[in-house]
T-cell receptor
Framework: GAVVSQHPSWVICKSGTSVKIECRSL??????MFWYRQFPKQSLMLMAT?????????EQGVEKDKFLINHASLTLSTLTVTSAHPEDSSFYIC??????????????FGSGTRLTVV | AQSVTQLGSHVSVSEGALVLLRCNYS??????LFWYVQYPNQGLQLLLK??????LVKGINGFEAEFKKSETSFHLTKPSAHMSDAAEYFC???????????FGTGTQLKVEL
């Protein structure tokens, strides 16, 4: 079945530094990838949608200069949290779908990245 | 516009009892509906989905859900709860393959002996 690998699983960084999170579709081509943020005991909040080779579309209220998303290939998307601050600490999850088969794959999710900014 | 409402943020059942998690949706076009399960500090695992066709959908681990258009519902059921079913469950809706998912607020299922 469809598999999405997200790396790293957890990361601790110092305030002011940048962190990159990778999301790879291992056995299918992901034309669209989604990045979510999840606070403790809460639902997933969509941050942005990225299509391969295009600029990401950010949801209202999400700072595009702070959360840089790159989707340079059909199997890799990255989220970079720039100049991280403690309030950016959260659980970040990526999801991938394939054009025309999104329903079939059901939006495969990565295992998430726990970011802690100290 | 699309939205999902999950009634009951916490549901507690006895092991072996029926599990019923409620989900109502709102969508301006025929919806694609999903149920996901999440264990602590993990991503989401697809339990089942409805896109078109048969309205009773069977998923993994004995779960099933029925799409009822007249009631705009997609409730998740399992005849007999197991301790391993304790987790967070999310209902989600999209307007088509590749389009963004909108999630409900989640239901924490607790299974007691």
């Amino acid at each position: 079945g469809a598999v999405v690998s997200q790396h790293p699983s957890w990361v601790i960084c110092k305030s002011g530094t940048s962190v990159k999170i990778e999301c790879r579709s291992l056995d299918f081509q992901a034309t669209t990838m989604f990045w979510y943020r999840q606070f403790p005991k809460q639902s997933l909040m969509l941050m942005a949608t990225s299509n391969e080779g295009s600029k990401a579309t950010y949801e209202q209220g999400v700072e595009k200069d702070k959360f840089l998303i790159n989707h340079a290939s059909l199997t890799l998307s990255t989220l970079t949290v720039t100049s991280a601050h403690p309030e950016d600490s959260s659980f970040y999850i990526c999801s991938a779908s394939s054009s025309g088969t999104g329903g079939a794959y059901g939006y495969t999710f990565g295992s998430g990245t726990r970011l802690t900014v100290v | 516009a699309q939205s999902v409402t999950q009634l009951g943020s916490h549901v507690s059942v006895s092991e072996g009892a029926l599990v019923l998690l409620r989900c109502n949706y709102s969508s301006s076009v025929p919806p694609y509906l999903f149920w996901y399960v999440q264990y602590p500090n993990q991503g989401l695992q697809l339990l089942l989905k409805y896109t078109t066709g048969a309205t009773l959908v069977k998923g993994i681990n004995g779960f099933e859900a029925e799409f009822k258009k007249s009631e705009t519902s997609f409730h998740l059921t399992k005849p007999s709860a197991h301790m391993s079913d304790a987790a967070e469950y999310f209902c989600a809706v999209s307007t088509g393959g590749g389009n963004k998912l909108t999630f409900g607020t989640g239901t924490q299922l607790k299974v007691e002996l």
